[in-house]
Every structure is written in structure tokens, then in C-alpha cells.
């Protein structure tokens, strides 16, 4: 790992990609960690399945600056309670707490290997905002500790939406959000989950057309509201919400 996997240029385009796009300012510190980051993740892809996407460019585009455009949608973050459900290699959750050192972030993932890389790169990185949670979002649903404990709930490619509100809906606060990265099916993705979100404790409150540079296909952030209690009886068992989900 001697030679950076993102060169100078590239950790360049995302400090004016960011700026650009999200009207946010990464500092050299943070470019840094961004380039360590992403060297850690192609050695031990090597090792354990974290990614797909090994080329740096790619990286810097489709992991670093689409996990941030959560902050196009999020007033703010610092400060904030922030748990990311299936965060497998640390996106978007990881790359927001670089970028925001003031939020609590609460990685959880049900594969315990993904969650030691994170537990790696964060003790290498000297990232003191994050902590783990080796768990099912049905599991923590129900646990005190993480049941409407969070101000920002979100989620990358987890499941689809009537099932994935099932996930997220119960760990947002009363007046908390919930953001979900979707791609082009977005719009029929929330007309889907439109029973759940209600039932649930959420309404949609926006969908959000992110357009980032070299991708031809834009992204969509589908932001609900939490305006309500979650119904006891929610979450329900573990595989329940995938194989009988809220239609």
C-alpha cells in the first residue's frame, strides 16, 4: 500500500466535485483520510468481499462523493445521531463521519467481517465519531438502546422499499428522517412502500434527483419524515418484512 490507490488529481476533482455539487468544503485532512480510506479498502477487498468497484476513480465517484450527497438533502449533520443499516464497507456512514467529525455515527451490519474492516480503517484513520452495531435492523428495532433513538436513519442498496421502511422507520425519532439511496426506480420504489411509510410513522417528504459526474444515470434520495410513533408491533421477526413486506 506504499502508493496511493487516488492520486493527487483525482482527491482534487472531489474536493471541487463536492464544492461544486454539494456546496461542501473538504479539508486537506479529510482528502487524506478520503485517500487512506480507500487504499485500506482495496487491500483487504482482496481478503473479504467489501466492493465491487476497485477502480480509484470510480471509487472517489460512485462510494466517496455519492455517500455525501446525503448533505444535499440533511440541514445539517453535526451533532446529530446517525445510524447507516447495512453499512457493509462504510457506505454512506464511514464517509460521513470524515466528513462531519461532530456527528454520532452508528455503523450496523449483520456480516461481522464488514464491521471489523470498519473497526480497521477507523483505528488507522483515528476516526473517534463512529461505533459498531453487529445486528439485524429487525433486532435493533425492537432493542431501547436503537428503537427511535436516531435523528438521521439511512440505508445504500438494502432491500427494497416496502421492506427496507420496515428496517429504518423504527430506529428514526420523532421528528427524525429517514434517507434512502435509490437508483432509477426511485419514484415507483416509494409509491410501493407509500402503506408502509404511513403505518410505519413516516409520510415522504421528498425525492431528490442527484446527478454525479462520469455516471450517466442520475441518483434519487428519498427522504421521509418520521411524524409518529412506530406501532409497537414493528419491526416485526427477523426475514419477516422481506417475505411478507407492508403492500
Given amino acids: 500500500m506504499s502508493q496511493p490507490a487516488i492520486s493527487e488529481a483525482l482527491l482534487n476533482d472531489l474536493r471541487a466535485h463536492a464544492g461544486s455539487i454539494l456546496a461542501l468544503q473538504l479539508t486537506d485532512s479529510q ?3 478520503f485517500s487512506r480510506f480507500a487504499d485500506l479498502l482495496l487491500y483487504w477487498n482482496q481478503r473479504i468481499n467489501l466492493t465491487g468497484i476497485t477502480d480509484p476513480g470510480e471509487i472517489a465517484i460512485k462510494h ?3 455517500s455525501l450527497t446525503l448533505t444535499s438533502v440533511l440541514p445539517r449533520i453535526d451533532g446529530l445521531r446517525l445510524v447507516d443499516v447495512g453499512a457493509g464497507a462504510g457506505f454512506p456512514g464511514l464517509v460521513l463521519a470524515i466528513a462531519f467529525p461532530g456527528a454520532k455515527v452508528t455503523l450496523m451490519d449483520s456480516t461481522r467481517k464488514k464491521l471489523r474492516f470498519i473497526e480497521r480503517v477507523c483505528g488507522a484513520l483515528g476516526i473517534a465519531n463512529v461505533s459498531v452495531l453487529h ?3 429487525e433486532d435493533a ?3 431501547p438502546n436503537h428503537r427511535e433513538a436516531y435523528d438521521i436513519v439511512t440505508a445504500r ?5 416496502p421492506a427496507l421502511m420496515e ?4 430506529l428514526a425519532k420523532l421528528e427524525g428522517q429517514v434517507v434512502a439511496m435509490r437508483g432509477a ?4 420504489d416509494a409509491y410501493s412502500a407509500a402503506r408502509a411509510i404511513s403505518q410505519l410513522g413516516g409520510e415522504l417528504f421528498s425525492i431528490e434527483e442527484i446527478t454525479l459526474p462520469t455516471l450517466s444515470h442520475p441518483r434519487y434520495l428519498v427522504v421521509i419524515d418520521k411524524i409518529s410513533a412506530t406501532p409497537r408491533r414493528f419491526p416485526r421477526s427477523a426475514g419477516i418484512p422481506t417475505r411478507q413486506p407492508i403492500l
Fill in 141 to 143: 428495532g425492537r432493542d
Fill in 31 to 33: 482528502l487524506e483520510r
Fill in 64 to 66: 466517496f462523493l455519492d
Fill in 167 to 170: 428496517y429504518l422507520l423504527p
Fill in 135 to 137: 445486528a439485524r435492523a
Fill in 157 to 161: 442498496a438494502v432491500a427494497r422499499m
Fill in 185 to 188: 426506480e426511485a419514484y415507483d
